[in-house]
């Protein structure tokens, strides 16, 4: 197998980025206000919400503020029994927010290739709906993937995660593995970071690199924050690289790693803090 990237990119071992069921072939940070150190303000003990949240014991909990490593709305805790309320207060460990809120559920899915992004479909054609089946109450999926796209889509009842995840104000990064035909010229990466003209206005890439090539083929990473209809196809196709497979395998620190094609997991408290944070929630 010969490899091939551009001059000052990394490439990859053949395949890394790639589910086990793939084969080759085929920040907006929000403002902070300064907690409240206040014990007999309104609200629950720190630790118990800790405790509830699933960090630790309440006695692990109470070491941790001990430690210093506990913060509310961006102030380091320094003082035991301090009362948070769960619903506003920003709540983080070791500097990574944690949710708190257990009527908000957001949830990754392995979106296979033929399946539609959509709840529902009067053409009776497989949708995302179909997988999700009844899993939480008012689920929508935050975006959309090309029907022959696979791959990480995000699903929540959390309408203002939903608005700011999909909204290009907030430059949420996406990751992209792509099979394409032909080699890729050595300075593309420099090409598509300045910027390609598509009919319906430029698009520039936040991150470009080959991951492998072999027989005729590659496959690149594209790194964008752009939502437009079709964008990694149509710009890929622009520099004369047809795209024959795509997948999403991130948005923004949430990544499709491991799982199998038509799987769902449910984001953990700190993912879904982290999340938050980025877009200023």
């Given at each position: 197998?010969?490899?091939?990237?551009?001059?000052?990119?990394?490439?990859?071992?053949?395949?890394?980025?790639?589910?086990?069921?793939?084969?080759?072939?085929?920040?907006?940070?929000?403002?902070?206000?300064?907690?409240?150190?206040?014990?007999?303000?309104?609200?629950?003990?720190?630790?118990?919400?800790?405790?509830?949240?699933?960090?630790?014991?309440?006695?692990?909990?109470?070491?941790?503020?001990?430690?210093?490593?506990?913060?509310?709305?961006?102030?380091?805790?320094?003082?035991?029994?301090?009362?948070?309320?769960?619903?506003?207060?920003?709540?983080?460990?070791?500097?990574?927010?944690?949710?708190?809120?257990?009527?908000?559920?957001?949830?990754?899915?392995?979106?296979?290739?033929?399946?539609?992004?959509?709840?529902?479909?009067?053409?009776?054609?497989?949708?995302?709906?179909?997988?999700?089946?009844?899993?939480?109450?008012?689920?929508?999926?935050?975006?959309?993937?090309?029907?022959?796209?696979?791959?990480?889509?995000?699903?929540?009842?959390?309408?203002?995660?939903?608005?700011?995840?999909?909204?290009?104000?907030?430059?949420?990064?996406?990751?992209?593995?792509?099979?394409?035909?032909?080699?890729?010229?050595?300075?593309?990466?420099?090409?598509?970071?300045?910027?390609?003209?598509?009919?319906?206005?430029?698009?520039?890439?936040?991150?470009?690199?080959?991951?492998?090539?072999?027989?005729?083929?590659?496959?690149?990473?594209?790194?964008?924050?752009?939502?437009?209809?079709?964008?990694?196809?149509?710009?890929?196709?622009?520099?004369?690289?047809?795209?024959?497979?795509?997948?999403?395998?991130?948005?923004?620190?949430?990544?499709?790693?491991r799982m199998r094609t038509g799987s769902i997991r449910k984001l953990s408290r700190e993912e879904l803090g982290t999340l938050s944070e980025l877009v200023g929630l």
């Amino acid at each position: 197998m010969n490899t091939a990237a551009p001059d000052d990119e990394t490439t990859t071992a053949a395949g890394d980025g790639w589910s086990e069921d793939m084969e080759l072939a085929p920040v907006h940070p929000g403002e902070r206000s300064s907690a409240v150190h206040d014990p007999d303000r309104e609200g629950e003990r720190l630790q118990k919400v800790l405790a509830r949240a699933g960090v630790g014991s309440r006695r692990v909990c109470e070491e941790m503020i001990e430690a210093g490593r506990i913060s509310v709305n961006g102030a380091p805790v320094q003082v035991q029994g301090m009362r948070v309320d769960p619903t506003t207060d920003k709540i983080a460990v070791d500097g990574v927010r944690i949710e708190l809120r257990d009527d908000r559920v957001t949830y990754a899915l392995n979106k296979p290739a033929g399946v539609i992004t959509a709840m529902s479909d009067d053409r009776n054609r497989p949708t995302v709906g179909d997988l999700v089946g009844d899993l939480a109450p008012g689920l929508v999926h935050v975006g959309r993937l090309d029907q022959d796209t696979e791959g990480l889509l995000l699903l929540t009842n959390d309408g203002e995660l939903a608005h700011r995840l999909a909204h290009p104000s907030y430059e949420v990064r996406k990751t992209y593995l792509a099979q394409v035909s032909g080699s890729v010229p050595r300075d593309l990466h420099r090409r598509l970071r300045s910027g390609v003209q598509l009919d319906d206005g430029p698009v520039a890439v936040d991150a470009f690199r080959v991951v492998d090539t072999h027989a005729g083929q590659s496959v690149v990473e594209v790194v964008l924050h752009e939502g437009r209809k079709h964008i990694v196809r149509r710009l890929l196709a622009e520099v004369g690289l047809p795209v024959s497979r795509l997948t999403r395998t991130a948005i923004g620190p949430i990544e499709l790693q491991r799982m199998r094609t038509g799987s769902i997991r449910k984001l953990s408290r700190e993912e879904l803090g982290t999340l938050s944070e980025l877009v200023g929630l």
